[in-house]
């Protein structure tokens, strides 16, 4: 995960979803609520760039770099 930025406001963590072509990845992210418009959680930049490597990964089929960064479930035919 990556390090968080200084930007005031509480720090929460979220649910993020990454799916893939085979798979779907939960993964645990931190969030800031800042102090200057509390309406919502953001994220950080860092933040989004590690997603959009999760995503990268989905999009390859890596279960086995995404299952170290969070819980992944692989769709299968009926």
Not at 42 to 51: D, G, N, Q, R
């Amino acid at each position: 995960m990556p390090q968080p930025l200084n930007i005031p406001g509480k720090r929460v963590r979220m649910t993020k979803w990454i799916h893939g072509r085979l798979c779907v990845a939960r993964v645990e992210v931190e969030a800031v609520v800042p102090d200057e418009d509390p309406s919502e959680p953001c994220l950080e930049p860092a933040t989004v760039k590690w997603l959009d490597e999760l995503q990268r990964l989905a999009d390859a089929g890596n279960v086995d770099a995404l299952e170290q960064h969070g819980e992944v479930f692989v769709r299968r035919s009926a």
